[in-house]
Nanobody
């Protein structure tokens, strides 16, 4: 059974940093894209944040470019999202996802974690 577990969320002041982690189990994901999405309070859709391909190539949403950094460790079947210079508008539940051909579309991912909340106070 495939399982993704996120951790590292919490409450932080604007300008602060958080590091989110995603641990994957149940199969080998070294050849899968790992991505991060977020869903802000009151919004129905999950917004793309970043993804990293199996070879290490990464891509970011414009809203987080230069502030967030995604990485992965294939040996540990994990991914991380380092978030710096956080803003109140970054407040959301953050979700880790994996997909064989994942990109910036949430529909391109086949497995999702339960999410970890991030709250940025002004």
């Amino acid at each position: 059974q495939v399982e993704l577990v996120e951790s590292g969320g919490g409450l932080v002041q604007a300008g602060g940093s958080l590091r989110l982690s995603c641990a994957a189990s149940g199969r080998t994901f070294s050849d899968y894209t790992m991505g991060w999405f977020r869903q802000a309070p009151g919004k129905e859709e999950r917004e793309f944040v970043a993804f990293v391909r199996s070879g290490g190539i990464s891509y970011y949403a414009d809203s987080v470019k230069g502030r967030f950094s995604i990485s992965r460790d294939n040996a540990k079947q994990s991914a991380s999202l380092q978030m710096n210079s956080l803003r109140p508008e970054d407040t959301a539940a953050y979700y880790c996802a994996v997909g064989r051909f994942g990109d910036y579309l949430s529909s391109s991912y086949t497995n999702w974690g339960q999410g970890t909340p991030v709250t940025v106070s002004s």
